[in-house]
């Protein structure tokens, strides 16, 4: 007997529910399309601080672009960059479309994460730990507008600092440093017809330095900017190489109390250049110029008599002072002009700032887009506050062997590139430098003025 066909239930693979009409499939594509951009960004970005490789070509990207003359590796490491990103969007977009194309809940979710994941990016620290400007650091007082005016009468983009040239040598050029004594002593005679002419020739600059050191006090009135005017280095380098100079001939003629009159001026005023200086140029400068005078001064005693009263007046010009507060200023100046130029900037324009990214204003809208996600400022000069309070700590009680290490420590551990704040560890990394030889050249000032200002008043 036959059996009547039976028909089985189907039991395959439903078919897939409509998607709907095109326009709410371009629609999905499209949230699609921007979430993977987004996650493809986050992807780069973890990936970037996780290996150090990666971290390091970003480093030199932020580096070459605020660098002139740096477009050919920013290129290279541009296109790889935006390779990657390329790669990853497609990438993450086909997986999100086989996966969440039928859920907009799903799409939903997706972006639920992504924010999550950018307000942690965005999150801040509530506040700066160390706030401090270059006012409060370094305040005017009666009279520092003109001592300020008088000293930038030679600033870098003042025409009298730009325009100075110094008097040429005939080779071989020398080395105008008072030591050791007796190559001193042969470049003195190789070049006194020169250096006495010089120093005709730099009557102005003299005339400079005599106004300026008749201040008891020299302002810093310079705003925390990258294009505030700084002091020429040439002219007051030139007048204070070739004033040592004089002094140490007068000395070897046996006018003794002459060489310590013409040297006193360039003494004083590196003296008085550092305990109101708000930048490490002026500083320096100032450093500088106290070792030469120092220096000079050792000669002139060593090669000629000096009368009490010459001795008096040098020792007057040694005597005061805090060294230790001294160094802490060197550092503490630094982070208040750092803090007060970059505290309220975005990346992109910190960068463009701090080098010559102007000719690249796409490059700094793109940064500045992305700034909240990559670089939190509080959070970023905390980090700076931190390792300048302790180099501040370390130089003041001169433990200059350590200024090293605790360098080397925020490099390495506090600085390190993370997922959050990549850009802002980044940043700090370009821009730190080593202060420890800063630091030793300050206090072998503080040393060789006391031990000058101990052999002139022994006797």
């Not at 780069?44 to 477009?71: N, P």
């Not at 960068?351 to 690249?360: K, N, Q």
Request: aromatic residues 8%; glycine residues 8%.
């Amino acid at each position: 007997m036959a059996h009547p066909t039976r028909t089985l239930p189907n039991v395959s693979t439903p078919d897939p529910a409509p998607e709907g009409p095109p326009p709410l499939r371009g629609l999905r594509l499209a949230a699609l399309g921007l979430q993977a951009v987004v996650a493809a960004l986050l992807l780069l970005l973890g990936v970037a601080a996780a290996i150090t490789r990666l971290s390091d070509h970003l480093e030199l990207l932020l580096v070459g672009w605020s660098m002139a003359g740096s477009h050919e590796p920013n290129g290279m490491i541009a296109v790889g960059t935006g390779a990657g990103l390329l790669v990853a969007t497609l990438g993450i977009l086909l997986a999100s479309w086989r996966l969440q194309a039928r859920s907009w809940w799903r799409i939903g979710l997706g972006y639920v994460v992504l924010g999550a994941v950018l307000s942690y990016l965005a999150h801040d620290d509530a506040a700066i730990r160390r706030p401090l400007t270059v006012e409060e650091l370094s305040p005017a007082f009666p009279g520092a507008d003109a001592s300020f005016s008088v000293l930038m009468r030679y600033g870098r983009d003042h025409p009298f600092g730009r325009n100075f040239k110094a008097p040429p040598f005939k080779d071989p050029y020398p080395n105008l440093v008072p030591y050791p004594p007796g190559p001193w002593r042969d470049t003195l005679a190789a070049h006194r017809a020169e250096l006495e002419a010089h120093w005709r020739d730099l009557a102005p600059e003299r005339a400079w330095l005599a106004e300026l050191n008749a201040f008891d006090r020299i302002g810093d009135l310079t705003p925390a900017r990258m294009d505030a005017e700084i002091l020429a280095f040439q002219p007051i380098r030139t007048a204070s190489q070739h004033g040592i100079a004089i002094a140490s001939l007068q000395a070897l003629d046996g006018r003794g109390d002459d060489a310590i009159d013409t040297l006193l001026p360039l003494l004083q005023l590196s003296r008085k250049l550092q305990p109101y200086s708000r930048t490490l140029v002026r500083t320096m400068i100032s450093v500088v110029m106290e070792h030469l005078s120092l220096s000079t001064a050792t000669f002139i005693l060593d090669t000629a008599a000096v009368s009490p009263a010459a001795r008096a007046r040098l020792a007057a010009a040694l005597a005061g002072g805090d060294p230790e507060a001294g160094a802490r200023h060197l550092l503490t100046s630094e982070y208040a002009f750092e803090l007060g130029t970059f505290g309220g900037m975005r990346i992109g324009d910190i960068l463009a700032e701090s080098g010559h990214g102007e000719d690249r204003p796409w490059l700094r809208r793109a940064f500045n887009a992305a700034s909240p996600l990559v670089y939190n400022p509080r959070a970023t000069f905390n980090l700076c506050g931190d390792l300048f309070g302790d180099l501040q700590d370390l130089a003041g009680r001169r433990q200059i062997a350590q200024l090293n290490p605790r360098t080397e420590k925020f490099i390495e551990r506090d600085s390190r590139p993370s997922f959050k704040n990549l850009f802002g560890k980044l940043l700090v990394r370009m821009v730190i430098p080593a202060y420890t030889k800063v630091i030793e050249n300050y206090w072998r000032n503080q040393d060789e003025r006391a031990a000058l200002l101990a052999r002139v008043t022994k006797s």
